[in-house]
């Protein structure tokens, strides 16, 4: 959906980043009780870090304006992407972990 916003130029573009933010808002939910699953004692330590990380909301902001500043508003979404490339790969391998559990 991100890279449709980046290579769309009209009212599709705009309700796809509409789109987005209904994306987004499920994925740290998502992630905060994948990444607390089995940690037992530490499952404090984990949710704290968690919560740290959500400095990164701080953070992209900032950077896809500098890129935007630099190329243009559509180009920008490069960022976003990449964000979510990352989110992806974390997500795979979640599933290949679990997968490595199951078996043992």
């Not at 599933?95 to 490595?100: C, M």
Request: aromatic share 10%; net charge neutral.
């Amino acid at each position: 959906m991100a890279i449709f916003a980046m290579i769309s130029v009209n009212v599709a573009g705009a309700v796809a980043i509409v789109l987005l933010s209904g994306c987004i808002s499920l994925l740290f939910p998502t992630i905060y009780g994948e990444a607390l699953k089995g940690l037992g004692s530490d499952t404090k330590f984990g949710a704290a870090g968690l919560v740290m990380a959500i400095i990164g909301g701080a953070l992209m902001p900032p950077v896809q304006a500098w890129v935007m500043d630099r190329t243009s508003a559509s180009f920008s979404y490069v960022v976003v992407v990449i964000c979510f490339a990352i989110v992806a790969s974390y997500g795979w391998y979640t599933l290949h972990r679990e997968d490595v559990r199951s078996v043992v």
